[in-house]
């Protein structure tokens, strides 16, 4: 019963996506969202929407009076079941996509979950199966050479220069 749900789930975002690209076509919003990228060991956390051919990071808009860390610890609860304290994202880049018709103005933020002065256990993720299929960290030569959308190259490009 559960995979009939999650289909029936995956469809009503497949469908609600197509609706939203229509609005953003012909209405060409300006809209704010965050995106979070979690580092472990050298390797960047992707998912797979399961809405959208492109991989992405946890990360989605801001609610009415939500700060961009709010929305990236809730962002990175809904999505790939990851609790943190807002206050330790830390701002790493800014940028502004067109390729959904819409003025799309996004922050990076950053987590590093390795712990200090040594390599920690990878964080358990947790994927719902429907708004998310699959989720995993990447190493960065690997993932830039994956089928990301444009903001995540753009944010991982910036990453590849910081973290030599």
């Known amino acids: 019963m559960k995979r009939w ?7 009503g975002y497949r469908g609600a996506y197509t609706l939203a690209r229509v609005y953003w076509l012909v209405r060409h919003p300006r809209t704010h969202g965050v995106f979070v990228g ?19 990071m946890p990360g989605g808009g801001m609610e009415r009076d939500e700060s961009p860390a709010e929305a990236g610890a809730r962002e990175l609860h809904e999505e790939v079941g990851i609790r943190v304290d807002p206050a330790s ?24 979950v390795d712990s200090e002065g040594s390599e920690s ?19 960065l030569d690997t993932a830039l050479r994956l089928p990301v959308s444009p903001l995540v190259r753009a944010y991982l490009e910036h990453a590849r220069q910081r973290r030599k």
């Open 5 to 11: 749900v999650d289909a029936l789930a995956r469809t």
């Open 38 to 56: 979690v580092w472990h060991a050298g390797r960047v956390l992707l998912l797979q929407n399961s809405y959208k051919h492109q991989l992405s």
């Open 89 to 112: 994202l830390r701002p790493a880049f800014e940028t502004v996509g067109t390729s959904e018709n819409k003025e799309d103005h996004v922050r990076f933020l950053e987590l590093d």
């Open 121 to 139: 256990t990878e964080p358990r993720l947790t994927i719902d199966d429907r708004e998310v299929t699959w989720a995993a960290f990447i190493d």
